[in-house]
């Protein structure tokens, strides 16, 4: 790669990327460590700095690479190229990442060759900062108030998949058109403590952890870092999970099984749940798409026909939908509404069906939000390109009962029931569902000034378990308009074979509220004080606290 800050033509002594286009300069880790022996001790950081560049390339004659880090140069090139090209990297080393230090310890170690455990920090930032910056008091306040750090990514001296664990803001990405189900995580840079938001990925290492370990890692990384339920684990603790019911060595990895992976998701404390394209078919896309909507990462199991290799990845959210591309898909599911309060047929549209919808994908293979459909869930990899969805594990709150394939299932039955069923609006309706807590729900509830107040303060009151499912009604064009016409709430608590009254928590329609209450009688009824039709309901805004 030509170099244009180039000054000397002397012999290749250490390395350099200087991409003018992408206005970065990343030193590898041969090149740090020469200077860091050059430097003090105490200077860590170096910026990408034409002055400070041309005093390196001169003093070091830092040419480029020669032909056995071609792997390197193409990894971190495959980071950057993603990156918006304003953005600053400020470059740190030595730094101890966790993820790395825990394979070197496992694995690295032990080997005969001498491996350094130290690795490159490469932090992103949305500022033309300089390395005094970090000591003014008012720039250090303006690091934590905005959103100037986007994150970092690790550069590993791994033999393959040199750039390891990373967390990057979407906004740092030329195509930040994504909503994803997000975790908060800071990081203390030069005695400043940084915060930004993102999802945790890191390139498996082929040794200790491959797609599945790492996928895992990504998993326990989000919901240790966002529930004190659960915790953040390493690839040494998956492991030694798995010792109880593996049979020969496990470093290096071979890779897990769907079973070995629901046995460790079970274990760190989730109600995991499998579900196979053999068993499910045509309802895969649908459960999937149902979980992601739900803000659940889902681990999707992916085989390739021409080989029949199998890869896991995990679904993270999708595009933000176009309103130009939405419209009722060709075959909806149609249902027949047949009592003394209304005769029609109606069609329901899934969310899934009204436009081309591309999921947001953490890939331990590729940067981190890569983008594809599930029909073609590898298409942005050359390598996996004909690659086609085989099953998914779905870590769910062990709490959550009721499965997502019988709730859908009783949303339609619930739609043509005569007491709490669908009666006012139009006969093409969209349907999304997807499982919240209640406590983010009734927050957004009370916050829906177009509800009327009685109705508010109904669902507010209402006794729900800590999650439940939400079937969202909408017709096309208030979808267009992110709004809605109704809500079937579902108690996830309840299981498959439960009465068909107990399972149901409320309905919501533009014509009247209907709740249970606990009198066998009358397990559904219209509560006077909410009596819709006197108060008719106005469109309302969609749920969006899942993804965002």
């Not at 996830?492 to 209450?517: C, E, G, P, Q, W």
């Amino acid at each position: 790669m030509k170099n244009n800050n180039t000054t000397s033509n002397n012999s290749d002594s250490s390395k350099l990327i200087d991409n003018e286009n992408l206005k970065y300069a990343v030193y590898d880790i041969a090149t740090v460590n020469q200077l860091k022996k050059e430097y003090k001790e105490d200077t860590k950081l170096y910026f990408p700095e034409k002055t400070i560049l041309d005093n390196f390339i001169n003093k070091y004659n830092i040419i480029g690479f020669d032909e056995s880090q071609s792997r390197y140069i193409d990894s971190l090139q495959s980071y950057l190229k993603h990156l918006r090209p304003e953005l600053k990297l400020l470059i740190e080393y030595p730094y101890t990442d966790k993820l790395y230090r825990d394979a070197y310890y496992s694995y690295y170690s032990t080997l005969n060759r001498t491996i350094n455990k130290n690795c490159i920090r490469i932090s992103i930032y949305d500022y033309d900062l300089t390395t005094d910056d970090f000591t003014e008091s008012e720039f250090r306040n303006k690091l934590q108030e905005e959103n100037i750090f986007l994150g970092f990514f690790i550069l590993r001296p791994t033999d393959r998949k040199r750039v390891g664990r990373s967390f990057i803001n979407p906004k740092a990405l030329i195509d930040s058109n994504c909503i994803i189900t997000k975790l908060k995580s800071s990081s203390l840079i030069k005695g400043v403590s940084l915060t930004t938001e993102g999802f945790p990925h890191s390139a498996q290492d082929g040794k200790v952890h491959t797609c599945s370990e790492t996928s895992i890692w990504s998993l326990m990384e989000y919901f240790g870092g966002k529930y004190s339920y659960y915790r953040q684990v390493l690839p040494s603790t998956i492991l030694s999970v798995l010792k109880r019911v593996s049979y020969e060595r496990q470093v290096p990895s071979k890779g897990l099984s769907p079973r070995q992976i629901g046995y460790t998701l079970r274990k760190f404390g989730f109600g995991s749940k499998y579900y196979s394209i053999n068993k499910f078919k045509n309802k895969l896309p649908y459960i999937i798409n149902d979980y992601v909507e739900s803000g659940i990462p889902v681990l999707t199991i992916v085989r390739r026909e021409s080989n029949n290799d199998f890869h896991a990845v995990l679904m993270i959210g999708h595009e933000r939908l176009d309103s130009n591309e939405i419209d009722y898909c060709n075959k909806p599911y149609n249902i027949s509404i047949n009592h003394k309060f209304k005769k029609a047929n109606i069609s329901v549209s899934d969310s899934l069906d009204i436009t081309k919808k591309k999921f947001i994908i953490i890939d331990d293979n590729q940067p981190p939000y890569q983008k594809s459909t599930l029909d073609e869930p590898c298409s942005y990899s050359t390598k996996m390109n004909d690659a086609k969805i085989h099953g998914c594990i779905v870590p769910l709150y062990p709490k959550i009962y009721l499965d997502i394939v019988r709730a859908r299932q009783l949303v339609y039955e619930l739609l043509e029931n005569e007491i709490y069923g669908y009666r006012e609006g139009p006969d093409k309706i969209i349907l999304r569902l997807f499982l919240t807590s209640s406590r983010s729900f009734k927050r957004e509830i009370m916050n829906e000034e177009t509800l009327p107040k009685s109705y508010r303060e109904a669902i507010v009151d209402y006794i729900m378990p800590k999650f439940i499912y939400v079937a969202e009604i909408s017709s096309n064009e208030l979808y267009k308009q992110n709004k809605g016409i109704g809500y079937i709430v579902l108690d996830s608590t309840s299981t498959s074979s439960d009465n068909f009254d107990n399972i149901v928590l409320f309905a919501l329609y533009t014509d009247r509220l209907i709740l249970r209450i606990n009198d066998n009688s009358l397990p559904f009824v219209i509560k006077p004080k909410v009596d819709a039709i006197k108060d008719k309901l106005k469109s309302f805004s969609l749920y969006e606290n899942n993804l965002k």
